[in-house]
């Protein structure tokens, strides 16, 4: 299951990745927003990070009109790494080496068919593992516990 959410920036623009879910037969839990009225990204980061964090959801897709904010919000949430993309590469590798389990997208910076582009290979790049990448992303995990590295 994937939790997708976005502010008021993203409305639009989730239309068109709801598409790409459901051509990709895969399940999503739509957490909002979807009225126009301006609305705290906060609050939206946080919900979908929440339910990736507490293993409801596999992954968690956001958007706001940059994809910072409502990243940035989602990384405070112990267990998430949330990175915004622009590129293909950086989604690509974002799961292969980092194990992104969300992905923030900027509705006021991508046009629709590279952010689709950029959320297939998201979704269908499974993490590498091994050694090397399973240490470090162990050792982001261990910042957020408060360990020294
Ligand atoms: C809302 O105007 C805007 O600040 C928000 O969508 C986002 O871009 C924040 O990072």
Redesign the pocket.
């Known amino acids: 299951m994937i939790a997708l959410a976005n ?4 409305i639009e623009f989730k239309k068109e990745i709801i598409a790409l879910l459901e051509e990709l037969k895969l399940p999503y839990t739509d957490l909002g927003v979807n009225s126009p009225e ?1 609305t705290d ?1 906060p609050l939206w980061g946080y919900r979908a990070a929440r339910l990736v964090a507490s293993g409801e959801c596999d992954r968690g897709i956001v958007v ?7 990243s ?1 919000a989602a990384n405070k949430v112990r267990g998430i790494r949330c990175v915004v993309c622009t590129d293909c590469y950086s989604a690509k590798l974002s799961r292969e080496h980092n194990d992104a389990n969300m992905i923030a997208l ?3 910076v991508l046009g629709p068919d590279l952010a689709k582009m950029i959320l297939r290979v998201w979704l269908e790049t499974p993490f590498a593992g091994g050694e090397r990448h399973t240490r470090r992303v162990h050792m982001i995990h261990r910042i957020e516990q408060g360990e020294e590295l």
Request: charged share 10%.
């Open positions: 502010d008021h920036a993203g301006s990204y706001c009109g940059t994809g910072v904010g409502i940035l900027g509705a006021r």
